[in-house]
C-alpha cells in the first residue's frame, strides 16, 4: 500500500498527516485522493469508520490553497453539507486538524444555537462552508449566504439525508450552485433516490466503493440476546455490570426511551448520558465530550443523534432496540472495533423485533449467535427519577400488602442493589439457546458475559 506521500499531496498537508499520526492511506483516500486531485466529480460509497472525512478533506484543503486573493462576503468558496451537527463538526475538526498553517478559512452552521456568530463568520468570508441543510436554506433565505461562488461541492451521508426528510432542501439548495463546479457524493448505501440524486448532481463521477459493510465488522464479536420487553432494562444493566466496558454506546429507539435509560442506570448508581434530538446543542456536546474522556462511560444514543460520532476506544456497542433499517445496524456496530482494535456488539431482540432481526441477518449474511435472557420481576425498581417522579418497572404489580412500599421511593441508603449477587433472592437467569426462540430450553447452560476488566 502506498504512503501519503505517494499521492501527490503537498508538504504543508502530510506534514499535518505525520502529526494525526497517519501513516497509511485507507482505501478509500488511496482511490479517492488522485482522482479528485485531477478534479473529477466522485461518487463515494463509504461509510463513517473507512477515513472517508479525510478522503475528501485532503484534495479539498490542496484544490483551494494557495489563494491569492480576498473572499467576498457571504459568498463560501465550497461547500460540504452534513445531516447532522455532530458531524458537521465533525468535519471541521477534520479540516483544522489536515489544513493547519494553510490560512484557509473554514466555518461550521447548524440549527438549534443562535445564528449570530454563524452570520458573522459568512461575512467574514470563507473558503470552507460546512452546514446542515436546514440552517444553510435559512441563512440562505435571509439573505446571509449566497452559493455562486462555490467550486467545491461535497455532499456527506447523503442516504442519511433521505432518513432524515433534508431531501427537499437539498432539492433547493442545488439550484444555487454554479454549473461549473466538483461535486462529491458520499454515501454508506444507494437507495434509488440517491442513485437519482447522485445522477442529476455528477458529471462523468468516478466511482470509488470501499469494502461492503458486511465485510468491515469481522473484529466485532457480535451477539444477539431475545429477552423480552420488559425484561431489557434489567438485561442492561447485567451486561453493563458484568462485562467490560472502556466505553459503551446504547442504541435506543426513541429520546424518552433514552431518557429513561438513563433513569433507571442512575437508580442502580450507574451514572450514563443521553444523546438525541431533544437536547440542547450545548447538552449534546458535554455528554459527547465526558464520554470522549472516559468521565461518563455509558451513552445513550438514537441513531440520529449518533450520526458522526467518532470515539475511539467504544469496546461495547448495545443495540437497546434493534434499529428498523438493517444499514443501521452496521453503521451502530461500526462504532466500536475501531482504529483496528476489537469490539463487542450486543443486540436485544424482544418479541417485536423479530422481523428487524431477519433484515439484519439477510443484510449481514450471517445468522447472530444467540442466547436468552430472562427477567425476574424487580419489585424493589421503583425508583425516583432526579426530577422527583416515580419511575416504576413496568412488571412490577404492586400487591395489596406492600402499596405503601411500592408508592414510597425506596430508601437511597440501602437499594437491594447492593447486595452481593449471591444473596439475591431471584438473580436473573441466562439461557443457552442454539435454536429459534420456541426451541429455547430453560436450562442454565452456555450463556456466560466475560468478567470485567
Ligand atoms: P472517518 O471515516 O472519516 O470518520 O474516519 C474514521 C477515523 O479514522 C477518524 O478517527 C480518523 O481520524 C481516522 N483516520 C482517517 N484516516 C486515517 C489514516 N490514514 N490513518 C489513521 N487513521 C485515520
Known sequence: MSKFKELSLIEPILQNLTEAGYVTPTPIQEQSIPILLQKHDLLGIAQTGTGKTAAFTLPMLQLLSGRDFSLTPCEPRSLILAPTREL??????????????????????????????????????????????????????QGHCRLNK??????????RMLDMGFINDIKKIVPKLPQERQTLLFSATMPGEIAKLAHNLLKNPKRVEVTPPSTTVERINQRLIHVKKADKYQLLRKVIEEESSELTLVFTRTKHGANKIVDYLAHFK?????????????AREKALEDFKAGKIKILIATDIAARGIDVQGVSHVINYDLPVEAESYVHRIGRTARAGRDGDAISFCDETERDALKRIEKTIGLKLPADNFVGTPEASVKMTKPQGKPFRDPRAKPKNNNREQSQK????????????????????????????PENRKQTKVGFKFRNRK
Open 150 to 159: 462555490v467550486q467545491f461541492f461535497v455532499l456527506d451521508e447523503a442516504d
Open 409 to 436: 421511593p425506596r430508601s437511597p441508603e440501602a437499594p437491594r442493589s447492593d447486595r452481593p449477587r449471591s444473596e439475591h433472592p431471584q438473580r436473573p437467569r441466562t439461557q443457552g439457546n442454539t435454536g429459534g
Open 88 to 141: 458537521a463538526s465533525q468535519i471541521k475538526a477534520s479540516l483544522d486538524k489536515y489544513g493547519k498553517n494553510l490560512k484557509l478559512k473554514n466555518a461550521v452552521i447548524f440549527g438549534g444555537v443562535g445564528q449570530a456568530a454563524q452570520v458573522a463568520a459568512l461575512r467574514n468570508g470563507l473558503d470552507i462552508l460546512i452546514a446542515t441543510p436546514g440552517r444553510l436554506l435559512d441563512l440562505m433565505n
Open 270 to 282: 450507574i451514572a450514563s448520558a443521553a444523546i438525541h434530538g431533544n437536547k440542547s446543542q450545548s
